[in-house]
């Protein structure tokens, strides 16, 4: 008997990026996409097209840009909400319609507004009305954990009638145990079966009690064949399932769950990466299967068992994960062929003019401390090509003056892509916010700070430091940027004026904030 496949719903761009604090602009997006593809998800849901005109934008980007994967759009049970869908996924080789509504008495009396009935009707027309544009329509409930049973038998029986052709099971709070979530799975797949109409079903779990993974597991076993997750967990709240974790789980124990995956695992790591560093969000270094200790060992006993046999400690393999594990030491004596024979090795393929800029970087870096180390690497990579924006104004130099008894002052000359060279000084709270401020002065703008993060790329005492930035701008719109240097200084420099050159690049492009629906139905 043929093993059965277990499709991968990744829903990073849609539900991910409903994390707090986290905006993606459409170069980000399709950056993400095209790596999602890369990693070999079944299913990509590209975002909420009717929630404003930059999002309606990115999904259609993605739809023309990424071709392997079905691209999903997300809309409510209402007709416009689906025209807004349709028209993004025109270009799209392969196109699904997500509806949703919601099933508790708790969201159907606060969020919709709706009785069951009504709530029902506006379920079977939005997934008819849909079914005459794609031939793929998934439906889901909210909160189906705490719906009433018959009326979820009702609702998605209907949707089934309608033409729904994947019924989602989502926990949309996290509130259910594994268990419980099985047997509910269970009990719906019985339920709807005797309408003798094969559907697909999907389970899509919150973390909110910690039990995301584990509950969309269960749901695995329970019949579920389609996982609905984002990169590194990322989601409303508390998040979503870790897509990474679930799908080592589902490969790791085979032995349990006798199912078939399409992913590239090896491309796990460099997909975590990439949506920690343009989300601003980072990986905890405890993180399972992507995170900095995950193929640590510092246990004398550990230590003595991993030279003994890898297998006593570890149940993964790195290369598995696409882990990069360090194989060349590199210095300020390293060379061009050196540098990109390892970056090579550690999946970076760089253009001439993208591999020159990191190489400046490099040398910059291996004149400040003794080694360089992977780590160090993929942070110059993302900090220094990776999404980077057009350089509207470039750092020329800075100069700080700060200590326990003087004001901190900095002068900042930066080069204007429209005009000659600004030099501006100012004073602040402290070293960077001065520098932040002569930079406003240099530029011409004021743009506010919203969000600031350092840490230390490694654990030496030269480590490279990495700052993360979200920056607003006077009309709202806001960017995150990523700045390196072992000056944490400069790299407070460097993550702000990329952070300036993502804003000023959109005030240029006529790029319209994006917009919000209400927040109760945001979410799946």
Request: with cysteine.
């Amino acid at each position: 008997m043929a093993e059965a496949a277990v499709r991968i719903f990744d829903t990073t761009l849609r539900d991910g990026e409903q994390s707090p604090g986290v905006t993606l602009n459409l170069d980000e997006k399709v950056e993400i996409a095209r790596q999602l593809q890369r990693l070999g998800v079944d299913i990509l849901e590209a975002g909420f097209p009717v929630a404003s005109p930059g999002e309606s934008a990115a999904v259609e980007a993605i739809a023309a840009a990424v071709r392997e994967p079905v691209i999903c759009g997300l809309a409510r049970t209402r007709r416009g909400d689906i025209d807004a869908a349709v028209k993004a996924l025109r270009g799209a080789a392969r196109a699904r319609i997500h509806t949703f509504t919601s099933g508790s008495a708790v969201h159907l009396r606060h969020v919709l507004r709706l009785t069951e009935d009504e709530a029902l009707e506006r379920a079977v027309d939005a997934v008819r009305y849909a079914r005459q544009f794609v031939s793929d329509v998934e439906f889901s409930v909210q909160d189906v954990p705490r719906s009433d049973p018959e009326f979820l038998v009702r609702l998605y029986g209907a949707a089934v009638q309608a033409g729904a052709t994947t019924l989602n099971i989502p926990d949309t709070v996290g509130y259910s145990t594994p268990q419980e979530f099985a047997d509910l799975i269970r009990f719906l797949r019985g339920r709807v079966a005797e309408a003798g109409v094969e559907v697909v079903f999907s389970v899509h779990t919150h973390d909110d009690l910690g039990l995301a993974v584990a509950n969309a597991l269960a749901g695995v076993e329970a019949g579920a064949t389609q996982i609905e997750c984002t990169v590194n967990g990322i989601g409303e709240r508390a998040g979503n399932c870790a897509l990474e974790e679930v799908v080592m789980a589902l490969r790791t124990r085979k032995d349990r769950y006798g199912r078939t995956l399409g992913i590239r695992t090896e491309e796990l790591y460099r997909t975590s990466q990439l949506v920690s560093k343009l989300t601003g969000m980072a990986v905890q270094p405890n993180k399972a299967v992507v995170g900095a200790n995950a193929f640590a060992h510092e246990s004398g006993i550990h230590q003595d068992g991993m030279l003994k046999e890898r297998t006593t400690y570890e149940i993964l393999r790195p290369q598995d994960v696409g882990v990069p594990e360090t194989r060349l030491v590199l210095g300020k004596h390293s060379g061009r062929h050196a540098l990109r024979e390892r970056l090579e090795a550690l999946g970076y393929h760089l253009e001439d003019a993208d591999f020159h800029r990191a190489f400046e970087r490099f040398k910059e870096l291996a004149d400040r401390k003794r080694g360089i180390a992977d780590a160090d690497l993929a942070a110059i990579v993302q900090a220094e090509v990776v999404a980077v924006a057009p350089e509207h104004c470039r750092l020329e130099y800075f100069q700080v003056t700060s200590g326990s008894s003087t004001v901190p002052t900095a002068t900042v000359r930066v080069a204007l892509a429209d005009g000659d060279p600004a030099q501006e000084s100012a004073t602040g709270d402290g070293p960077v916010d001065a520098c932040y401020r002569a930079i406003d002065r240099a530029v011409g703008q004021e743009f506010h700070l919203v969000d600031y993060t350092l840490r230390a790329v490694t654990d030496a005492k030269d480590a490279l430091g990495e700052v993360t930035v979200r920056v607003r701008d006077g009309a709202g719109r806001t960017a995150t940027a990523l700045g390196a240097s072992t000056d944490v200084i400069e790299a407070s420099v460097r993550a702000y004026l990329a952070a300036v050159n993502k804003l000023v690049g959109l005030q240029g492009s006529g790029v319209t904030d994006q917009r919000t629906v209400a927040a109760g139905e945001r979410q799946v």
